[in-house]
């Protein structure tokens, strides 16, 4: 059973950095794709950034040059870099998997099947 389980959330003022972490247990396939989504009070859930065994990324517009997503290449565990953070960047951060992802400009959570329960990112003015 594929288990991603996410940490390293907080609260920070503006303009300040956190490093978000995701650990995938179980996970035995050759090829991935793994992502970052969030979803703030009252709002849909967003696509934050996705990466592929492929090397593909992408990132959503509100994120693009202050966010960046890695991944351990010895273990299954996703990081997400933020830097520069603003108040409209909080929300519940999702950590998702799964085998394959479509082309990079249509991913979306439907291409995931395995996630995690979340980490609150909570930035103050």
């Known amino acids: 059973q594929v288990h991603p389980v996410e940490s390293g959330g907080g609260s920070v003022q503006a303009g300040g950095s956190l490093r978000l972490s995701c650990e995938v247990s179980g996970y035995t396939y050759s090829t991935w794709c793994m992502g970052w989504f969030r979803q703030a009070p009252g709002k849909e859930r967003e696509m934050v950034a996705v990466?592929?065994?492929?090397?593909?990324?992408t990132y959503g517009d509100s994120v693009k040059g202050r966010f960046t997503i890695s991944k351990d290449r010895t273990q299954n565990t996703l990081y997400l870099q933020m830097n520069s953070l603003k108040p409209d960047d909080t929300g519940m951060y999702y950590c998702?998997?799964?085998?394959?992802?479509?082309?990079?400009?249509?991913?979306?959570?439907?291409?995931?099947?395995?996630w995690g329960q979340g980490t609150q990112v909570t930035v103050s003015s």
């Open positions: 998702a998997a799964d085998r394959e992802c479509g082309p990079m400009g249509w991913v979306s959570e439907a291409d995931f099947n395995y």
């Open positions: 990466r592929d065994s492929r090397t593909r990324t």
